[in-house]
């Protein structure tokens, strides 16, 4: 019945830009008064409800009644990151005492996808999940995406919360779903062309790997019922806009879209309907930048940590949680949206970056010049070693299948002098053979950091 409903959406609902007018275009006071009184019930909350933050603040003497305003709220409140939530569930699992609700109103466990290290657990109400869920929609709408359309899932349905929550999204959004849990990349490509979806759910490079394996049999994805693809788990069209041509080029899309997420946080940033940047979703989340060196807040343009509060999980609420994710704030966009935006998504990460000569490198830079570059694919890997007492960096990567060998190193050459020249740095560069690194259905392993261990800060998600 409710697919019925949404499926005849009226006409001019259909072509307004947003998923939620009302909540996407407030006014900045009225989303800061929301803020103040929001972050007050939450600190409550967290104290009443939570073993963890009630004991941070009675080690420092707070008491909920002292968070009167945003800044307030800025400067009380202790910062918190990954690892301190990973040492309480270490001593005291699954969930340890940053658990707010009983297990029994736990309906779904799910875990971060870091690529190194222990997973962290993370616990979800039923009304976590629906909430959760609502920021997809957003990145839907903007993406040009309607409730009458139909969902793909290339994904294996594990316990890594990302592709999970989007799940939540097309629940809350109206549309229907279709899984491709337990199949390969051959049986993700029949299937589309069997069951007519009109949108793929991946990562971008898995989008970008079933192109690759549906020319080796011979199907044109062009050709298929896909009109528009989501991403997330990784940088994906509005980072790269190179890979989202790609993307676009390889499936006849309308569009590519994306939305940023933290498992432990929200599906809390989806992209807007002019593809320059994300949104945080304000309704969901409160958020602010700082300088990662000195705590403080950074200006509106400049770049800085950013730093998280969660409205969205009441099972373990997070306050002032410290991403590590690189962000460039904007509190104004041509789209018309109100809420906090970040310009090309996550530019870097605190705990990933490589001075080289006296120049910081991000990955983001590179990929969108090897995204730039005629004849380099997608797939690549980024190398870190310790020579000499300096930190050096390689970067493998494989030409297009129709490039002849001979043109390998001119590519190199090529990509190698771009670097220098928008870079002011040099880097190897070395390609490899087609088909010879690895693939992954869920988040690629771009980085692999082989300095001793007092050099490495690793990129774990």
């Not at 929550?165 to 491709?180: C, D, E, K, N, T």
């Not at 700082?290 to 950074?298: A, F, L, M, N, S």
Request: aromatic share 10%; net charge negative; charged share 25%.
């Amino acid at each position: 019945m409710a697919q019925n409903v949404y499926a005849n959406i009226s006409a001019k609902a259909a072509k307004s830009r947003f998923w939620n007018e009302i909540t996407e275009t407030m006014p900045r006071e009225q989303i800061d008064r929301l803020h103040e009184h929001r972050l007050q019930r939450l600190v409550r909350y967290a104290y009443d409800n939570s073993p963890f933050y009630r004991g941070k603040f009675d080690e420092i003497g707070l008491e909920p009644g002292d968070i009167r305003t945003i800044e307030d709220y800025k400067t009380k409140i202790p910062l918190t990151d990954k690892g301190d939530f990973l040492a309480q569930q270490a001593e005291n699992p699954p969930y340890g005492p940053t658990q707010a609700r009983p297990l029994g109103a736990i309906v779904q466990h799910a875990e971060t996808s870091g690529t190194t290290g222990a997973p962290l657990s993370i616990p979800y109400t039923m009304y976590d999940t629906v909430r959760y869920g609502e920021s997809w929609c957003s990145a839907f709408w903007a993406t040009g995406v309607r409730p009458s359309d139909s969902f793909y899932f290339a994904f294996g349905w594990g316990n890594f919360a990302g592709f999970w929550s989007a799940y939540w999204g097309v629940r809350r959004f109206g549309g229907r779903m279709i899984s491709g849990g337990g199949l390969n990349t051959e049986g993700h490509i029949q299937a589309i062309q069997r069951l007519k979806p009109t949108v793929l759910i991946s990562t971008p490079t898995f989008a970008l790997r079933l192109a690759a394996v549906a020319r080796d049999m011979g199907v044109d994805l062009s050709q298929t019922s896909i009109r528009f693809t989501m991403h997330a788990g990784e940088p994906g069209p509005t980072a790269l806009p190179q890979m989202k041509r790609q993307i676009i080029d390889a499936w006849g899309a309308e569009n590519a879209g994306e939305l940023l997420g933290i498992a432990e946080v929200d599906a809390f940033a989806p992209c807007n309907s002019i593809g320059d940047g994300v949104h945080v979703d304000e309704m969901c989340v409160f958020s602010w930048v700082i300088d990662p060196d000195t705590g403080r807040e950074v200006a509106e343009g400049e770049v800085g940590e950013h730093v998280v509060t969660s409205f969205v999980n009441s099972a373990q609420p997070l306050l002032n949680y410290r991403t590590h994710d690189l962000v460039r704030p904007r509190y104004s966009c041509p789209s018309g949206r109100t809420w906090l935006k970040f310009d090309g998504s996550v530019l870097g990460r605190t705990d990933f970056m490589i001075s080289l000569r006296g120049t910081n490198v991000y990955p983001t830079a590179l990929e969108n010049i090897l995204g730039a570059t005629g004849g380099v694919s997608s797939n690549y890997e980024i190398h870190m070693s310790r020579e000499k007492d300096s930190d050096e960096m390689e970067v493998r990567f494989e030409p297009e299948p129709g490039v002849p060998e001979a043109d390998w190193q001119g590519l190199a050459e090529k990509v190698s002098g771009e670097i220098h020249h928008q870079l002011r740095v040099r880097i190897l560069i070395t390609p490899v053979a087609p088909g010879s690194l690895p693939r992954y259905d869920l988040k690629t392993k771009r980085i692999f950091d082989n300095r001793p261990a007092e050099f490495r800060r690793i990129l774990d998600r």
